[in-house]
């Protein structure tokens, strides 16, 4: 779970503003990318409606409710999550020298070469980063206390 | 990374500061021309376990050893590559729906590190003016493993859960280069295989594999046939490939499936739930597994590189058991572990690998190993101690010299009491050398009851480890004349001549349910440090590395015949290791522990007032979230 950090109503205001403001940004990145299928296409639209609603919602929760504003830009950030790892997925984020993720036949070796350097990110990708890593203040966010068999993979 | 020299480099006395953090027991370790200074775990000084933050204290604490500032330091080096790291986890994220608590936990934490190099810089603040660099998590495992091993040339080989992409590393060190020429990649991994029984048996994974090991020998490996053929196909060189339908976690999923359950005959174990037999029974089949792994893939690196010595690190390391059956295999002449081989020792081969591979500078192994006995934390003077016990209002004496407070040591020994010493520099790694220890007469029966239920407030089913006189090990251990193993990373077996016949009371006993009962059974003359199977996790004491802690073994030795103490690490349940006396002081007086070591300051607990287990014993712990 996300914690945004804590700060002067002012801040926050400013925060929740540059997202309302970055997420139709960053989601007509994608659409403008022609290749996408089409269920991409309809992520990115889901996501556009969606935010602009957050952007509608946002003024009429600015005064004097902080709390109610501190909630709905972290409802807002595990929204954007939650798109950018479905996106991810149906997008297919193209990846180089990466092994694939199923087993290889019985019976073969898994030795291989080291692996090298990945090519870099797509750039809306690292624009959704730099948006969730920016309204997060680059502070490592808290997680809650992990079930015991929970393998931390990240 | 290839070899090449940095403009600059060619001056005199170039300190570089390895960094591993932001995934669990983050560390900072600090070489001058490429001879270790310091090292630490930023968990003793934070008080939280595992501490994944950045080490700043662990740095400052380094830095301190190493008497520089971060303007002397001009290389930082990170221990693993961010973007290769973000690139598996994309990866990852691909495979479906079950990917999607991964991206939320994930990505908010990936947004955060997507300039690594930034947050390093403001981490470490405006006075650091140097590069940062960075390194692969693998490389500074086998960088760690085979750079203070004491071998011209070795085989290194690396087993952990995963890193980037590389879940094992087979590399080839000579002088000072280090190549690694193969990996096997995720999700197939021996770390993660067992961290998913470990999870199964009710122990919490990246942490509680050593209870698991500790748990497989009362079991019988009936299940291990079963894994073999249904969970991971082992292939002759060692490599494995796991049967991903028992193991979500390659899907952003959880670390076992349902289906595993099923095949091992009913659900894991609830965390605080019993332990039942087919815990036990599980717990030794796949430790036999890992066991399996290890000593195959330690030929294949044997026929690879062609080497007679082998260097190994990563956190699979870490498991004594499979290291004591690799030494039994006799694939090589010697083998050399590294102490710290969980990634918190990424630190340290992260500052030796750029220090020999990216500038080029030669290497001499020292003719022990350049680890210098692990003990490389701070240390604190006994003017310190002092100063601190003063304040505090303890009731302690101060030895006059060190002859007398062993001797009171040795009387408190032979009395049963159970101490806590405390002496010279911390130990790097989580095993306790005799620096942070917890110590006691092995001799003594009830004592691993004891000091687990009373001192540790843990599973007691779990067995202590001896240190014993390097000298004198080979007698009650099945272990070569003058065997040098100080860091704890290899289980023995208890002489035959050791082994105490059982009577027909003790063998029911060694057959019930309850493993307390199973485990008190006198099964040697150190019954205190013997475990069910006889095998006992060897630490063995010299004079070169030890110092009073060897002058102490010896005159418990002298007096008693016995040249072995119970050693265990100085903290409780959930608890880091102590790192200063304050810490040590505080487990002291909220345990059952009777008396206390402190450098030259002996206290007895039931001398100390009340008011000071009010203050000291019941204190908060510091820097926890």
């Known amino acids: 779970m996300i914690t945004l950090p804590d700060g002067p109503p002012t801040r926050g205001l400013l925060r929740g503003w540059a997202l309302a403001m970055a997420l139709p940004a960053a989601t007509a990145t994608v659409v403008a990318r022609p290749h996408l299928p089409g269920r991409a296409r309809a992520a990115a639209t889901a996501l556009t409606v969606s935010t602009l609603g957050l952007g509608i919602a946002c003024p009429t929760t600015m005064l004097p409710a902080y709390r109610g504003w501190a909630w709905l830009a972290r409802r807002g950030s595990q929204a954007l999550t939650s798109y950018a790892g479905w996106v991810t997925h149906v997008t297919a984020v193209p990846v180089t020298g990466a092994a694939q993720v199923r087993p290889p036949e019985p019976g073969r070796s898994t030795w291989q070469r080291p692996q090298q350097q990945p090519a870099a990110l797509p750039r809306w990708l690292s624009t959704c980063l730099a948006v969730l890593g920016w309204l997060q203040d680059d502070r490592e966010p808290v997680t809650d206390a992990l079930p015991h068999d929970t393998y931390t993979l990240y | 990374m290839q070899p090449r020299v940095v403009e600059g480099s060619a001056r005199e006395d170039t300190l570089v500061l390895g960094v591993s953090a932001y995934y669990h027991d983050s560390a900072a370790a600090i070489v001058r021309n490429g001879t270790v200074l310091a090292a630490s775990h930023e968990e003793r000084f934070s008080r939280r376990k595992n501490d994944p933050r950045f080490p700043s204290a662990a740095v400052a604490a380094c830095l301190r050893e190493a008497g520089a500032t971060l303007a002397d330091v001009p290389h930082v080096v990170y221990y693993e590559q961010p973007r290769l790291k973000l690139d598996r986890i994309l990866h990852t994220l691909r495979a479906g729906r079950e990917a999607r608590p991964l991206a939320q936990h994930a990505l908010p934490l990936w947004a955060t590190r997507r300039d690594m190099e930034g947050r390093i810089r403001r981490q470490l603040g405006p006075g650091f003016a140097g590069a940062v660099h960075f390194t692969g998590h693998h490389l500074s495992h086998a960088a760690s493993a085979f750079y203070p091993s004491p071998f011209r040339s070795a085989a290194v080989l690396v087993h952990d859960a995963v890193g980037e992409w590389a879940t094992s590393s087979l590399a080839h060190g000579s002088g000072s280069q280090l190549d690694v020429r193969q990996e096997v990649r995720f999700p197939h991994s021996l770390g993660m295989l067992y961290s998913a029984f470990t999870a199964y048996c009710g ?143 990424g630190a340290l081969g992260a500052a030796l690998a750029f220090w020999h591979r990216e500038l080029g500078r030669p290497r001499t192994p020292e003719p022990a190993d350049g680890q210098q006995g692990s003990l490389l934390g701070p240390s604190f003077t006994p003017d310190d101690v002092q100063l601190y016990l003063d304040g505090q209002g303890a009731r302690y004496h101060t030895a006059r010299d060190e002859e007398e407070l062993i001797e009171r040591v040795c009387d408190w020994l032979e009395q049963g009491l159970v101490i806590g010493w405390f002496q010279g520099r911390m130990e790097f790694g989580p095993r306790a050398l005799g620096a942070r220890s917890i110590i006691a007469d092995p001799r003594r029966a009830e004592m691993q009851r004891t000091v687990n239920t009373k001192i540790k407030f843990r599973e007691s089913f ?81 004079p070169e590395r030890h110092g009073r802690f060897h002058r102490l073994l010896s005159r418990f030795h002298g007096r008693t015949g016995c040249p072995a103490v119970l050693n265990t690490s100085f903290n409780v349940r959930g608890e880091p290791i102590v790192h200063s006396p304050h810490d040590a002081l505080g487990c002291f007086l909220t345990t059952d522990m009777d008396a206390l070591v402190l450098q030259d300051c002996l206290l007895l607990k039931d001398q100390q007032p009340d008011a000071l287990r009010v203050t000291v014993g019941h204190r908060p712990p510091t820097g926890a979230d």
């Open chain 2, 462 to 542: 779990r067995p202590f480890a001896p240190s014993v006189l390097r000298e004198y090990a080979h007698d009650p251990f099945e272990v070569p004349p003058g065997a040098d193993l100080p860091y704890m990373t290899t289980t023995s077996r208890v002489r035959e001549s050791q082994r105490v016949a059982l009577d027909d009371e003790a063998v029911d006993r060694s057959h019930s349910p309850d493993l307390v009962t199973r485990v008190s059974v006198v099964r040697s003359t150190l019954p205190a440090v013997t475990h069910v199977d006889y095998s006992a996790r060897l630490h063995t004491v010299d």
């Open chain 2, 203 to 345: 122990f919490r994974v990246n942490s509680g594999e050593y209870k698991l090991m500790g748990l497989a020998p009362y079991g019988t490996p009936r299940y291990t046939e079963t894994i073999s053929r249904d969970v991971v196909a082992i292939h002759d060189d060692g490599s494995l490939t796991l049967n991903l339908d028992y193991f979500p976690y390659a899907r952003g999923g959880p670390i076992r499936s349902e289906s595993l359950d099923h095949l091992l005959g009913g659900p894991g174990r609830d965390p605080e739930g019993p332990i039942l037999q087919r815990h036990l029974d599980v717990a030794a089949s796949i430790q036999r597994v890992c066991e399996t792994v290890v000593v195959t893939s330690a030929r294949y690196a044997r026929e690879v590189t062609g080497e007679r010595n082998l260097a190994m690190a990563g956190g699979v390391a870490l498991n004594c058991v499979a290291n004591g059956r690799l030494a039994d295999a006799a694939l090589f002449d010697r083998v050399w572990v590294q102490p710290a081989a969980g990634d918190a020792g």
